[in-house]
């Protein structure tokens, strides 16, 4: 079974940083491309960020690009996603995502809350 | 980016019924469109994808069609398991772009 385990969610202020990671389980982790999605409260989804398997092609929406940087460790089995100057409204539930376009698996997700 | 919309935005039906949901893309996206289904709580599931191709495990009473710029995913014979919200996804190009969703609702 496929199974995506994300962790670093929490409370950080305005202008702050914070590392979510996200482990899957039940696949070779480098033989494939990942996303991170995210759900503000009471919202839609949001695409983010794509990061081929060999970490060399990455992908970003315009409101993340130069702020959020999505990494991998092949070595290691972990998908990062590096979010930096965060705002209020990033405030959201985070998914990682099997597959980099059609999210076929996804994890349960780890909130983010930008406040002061 | 491409602009993805839906309609209608909240759907009321019963269970038995047979339902459709509208996404239209802003541009031409082939047929590189997926749907998903979430329940409150919950991370989506993909249902759809290539606009017709059904995730492994989904029902049968699930369909997708469509084609360009305007697509639909429709429902048959509706299961007290299929109420929740919708979301269609295209993947022609990065940034892959979401729909504002179709919540269903029992009626």
């Known amino acids: 079974d496929v199974q995506l385990l994300e962790s670093g969610g929490g409370l950080v202020q305005p202008g702050g940083s914070l590392r979510l990671s996200c482990v899957p389980s039940?696949?070779?982790?480098?033989?494939?491309?990942f996303s991170w999605i995210r759900q503000a409260p009471g919202k839609g989804l949001e695409w983010l960020s794509a990061?081929?398997?060999?970490?060399?092609?990455?992908y970003y929406a315009d409101s993340v690009r130069g702020r959020f940087t999505v990494s991998r460790d092949n070595s290691k089995n972990r998908l990062y996603l590096q979010m930096n100057n965060l705002r209020a409204e990033d405030t959201a539930v985070y998914f990682c995502?099997?597959?980099?376009?059609?999210?076929?698996?996804w994890g349960q997700g780890t909130l983010v809350t930008v406040s002061s | 980016d491409i602009l993805m919309t839906q309609s209608p935005s909240t759907l009321s039906a019963s269970v038995g019924d047979r339902v459709t949901i509208t996404c239209r893309a802003s541009?031409?996206?082939?047929?590189?469109l997926a749907w998903y289904q979430q329940k409150p709580g919950k991370a989506p599931k993909l249902l759809i994808y290539?606009?017709?191709t059904l995730e492994s495990g989904v029902p049968s009473r699930f369909s997708g069609s469509g084609s360009g710029t305007e697509f639909t995913l429709t429902i048959n014979s509706l299961q007290p398991d299929d109420f929740a919200t919708y979301y269609c996804?295209?993947?022609?190009?990065?940034?892959?772009?979401f729909g504002p969703g179709t919540k269903l609702e029992m009626k």
């Open positions: 995502a099997k597959d980099n376009m059609v999210a076929s698996y």
């Open positions: 290539k606009t017709s």
């Open positions: 990061i081929s398997g060999s970490g060399g092609n990455t």
């Open positions: 541009q031409r996206i082939s047929n590189w």
């Open positions: 039940g696949i070779t982790f480098r033989n494939y491309a």
């Open positions: 996804q295209q993947y022609e190009n990065y940034p892959c772009t």
